[in-house]
């Protein structure tokens, strides 16, 4: 692929990026659009690596062919602070619902992932009504730290996803020393680091083909059909009392 896309990509050797076949990938009933995916940062300084790293992924996922989208933590209150019908809550839901696969990206505090990454978390609801707005959906998971590499954020943030009923990832990426990883101008600098990202935004393309033509049958469940049958068969006995 050429053009503004691929312009926009001075550090990937672009002769061995490669388009993603989703003809193989795709369930015979795929809805045929670009994968939606929405890309969330944790923190809100001037100069943001996780920012700067979410906007590196979403280059990426643009040049595989996604239709990326991006929320701005900025102004979200706490959760349980205000009513869900907040501009910023309402924004950050409708999004959730909108994409198809996620890309978290959080800086590591104090051996953890931020609040400001875990309050968006927070207020993207399990379950909605009759609707679960994460449930079968991808997601991948990254990491910045001022110091020596670590995965506790993207460990936690891994656990966060199972518990959201999402398909996370094998692959995933943790930048040290972000400091040293950006240009001035912003920009990720080439090396095995930043090779790792391409990795982790081709594999959460892949998977979110693969996955989301498919993800009523993966996520169909015992143990509900079981108590929606007996919700039915209550129904039906108390119409016969």
């Not at 076949?21 to 795709?26: G, I, K, P, Q, V």
């Not at 907040?86 to 909108?98: I, Y």
């Not at 391409?198 to 998977?207: G, R, Y």
């Not at 015992?222 to 039915?232: D, H, T, V």
Request: contains cysteine; glycine residues 6%; charged residues 25%.
């Amino acid at each position: 692929m050429g053009g503004p896309l691929s312009a926009d990509l001075p550090a990937v050797e672009l002769d061995q990026l490669h388009q993603i076949d989703f003809r193989s990938l795709a369930a015979a009933d795929d809805p045929g659009h670009p994968p939606r995916i929405l890309v969330l940062h944790g923190s809100l300084r001037e100069r943001s690596y996780s920012r700067l790293l979410s906007e590196e992924a979403a280059r990426l996922l643009r040049w595989f062919g996604c239709e990326v989208r991006a929320f701005d933590p900025r102004g979200l209150p706490l959760p349980d602070a205000v009513d869900a019908d907040h501009p910023k809550v309402k924004e950050l839901r409708d999004l959730a619902e909108w994409s198809e696969g996620m890309v978290w990206v959080s800086p590591e505090r104090h051996g953890a992932m931020t609040g400001i990454m875990k309050a968006q978390i927070d207020w993207i609801p399990l379950s909605l009504g009759a609707k679960r707005p994460t449930q079968g959906k991808t997601l991948a998971v990254m990491e910045v730290s001022g110091g020596s590499q670590s995965f506790n954020a993207v460990n936690q943030m891994r656990i966060l996803g199972r518990w959201m009923r999402m398909v996370t990832i094998p692959n995933q990426s943790s930048v040290p020393k972000a400091f040293l990883e950006f240009d001035e101008a912003g920009r990720m600098k080439p090396s095995a680091l930043y090779s790792r990202v391409v990795d982790v935004c081709e594999e959460l393309v892949k998977f979110t083909w693969m996955v989301r033509g498919r993800s009523t049958y993966l996520t169909d469940r015992y143990s509900e059909r079981i108590e929606s049958a007996q919700e039915l068969s209550r129904r039906v006995n108390q119409r016969a009392i």
